[in-house]
């Protein structure tokens, strides 16, 4: 590992239940080191998921999809929604404990050109029309948003270790900010669990 990647160890995501590590990833800095060039952002937002709770992918069984699920702390685990759209979560806990953070929304900070670029091109574009520009506000803000503008490909990341990955955490480059806590979005069960966390007042924060 070189100095300048500066990624957080295993044992920080070791170190934690699910949900108080969900509010320690606020003010770090996810990093994807591609092929494409390097893009990265401030964690503002994250949901906590819990294997006893109705919300989390594991509540019911183990499957194929939520296999990484079970893996060490650490792990990867990006999955596909509505059949389009992919989400990036940190593993947490020990093996066998399905228990994920779900990274809901970042503050760009480099490689933001190539974030806009990422965008524009999971944007549909009439012919001969040019794609109308990203704010930088809205780059990252939303799970699937982040995932495309970051460059996040379940084909690749998930299962895969944030220890050696070219998708990683650096630690907190921002603190002394205060956590909102509240209710989870976009979902049915478990709603009402207060397991989602965010930097207050962060214009990057999802809806």
């Known amino acids: ?17 699910t949900c108080t590590l969900a509010q320690k990833l606020l003010g770090c800095e996810l990093v994807h080191n591609s092929p494409d060039g390097l893009t990265s ?6 949901e906590a ?4 709770d109705p919300a ?35 593993v947490t806990r020990e093996d066998g404990c399905a228990e994920a953070v779900l990274i809901r929304a970042l503050q760009p900070t480099d490689g933001i050109e190539l974030m806009e670029l990422r965008r524009q091109n999971s944007r549909k574009n009439l012919p ?32 895969e270790s944030l220890a050696t990955s070219s998708l990683y955490i650096r630690p907190q480059i921002i603190r002394g900010f205060e956590v909102t806590i509240s209710t989870r979005i976009g979902i049915t069960q478990g709603a009402d669990l207060l397991y989602r966390y965010a930097i207050t007042n962060n214009r990057f924060v999802s809806r």
């Not at 990484?68 to 650490?74: E, V």
Request: hydrophobic share 35%; glycine share 6%; net charge positive.
């Open 1 to 17: 590992m070189s100095k300048a990647e500066n990624r957080l160890p295993l044992s920080f995501y070791e170190a934690y239940d």
């Open 41 to 46: 952002g401030i964690i503002v937002e994250t």
């Open 49 to 52: 998921y819990l294997q006893d």
């Open 56 to 90: 989390c992918h594991a509540y019911r069984r183990r499957t194929v999809r939520t296999e990484p699920m079970y893996s060490a702390a650490g792990t990867i685990y990006v999955y596909l929604i509505y059949g389009m759209y992919q989400c990036v979560n940190v």
């Open 128 to 159: 001969g029309i040019p794609p109308k520009p990203v704010p930088l506000r809205d780059l990252c803000k939303g799970p699937a948003k982040l995932v495309q503008a970051m460059g996040i490909d379940r084909s690749v990341h998930n299962a």
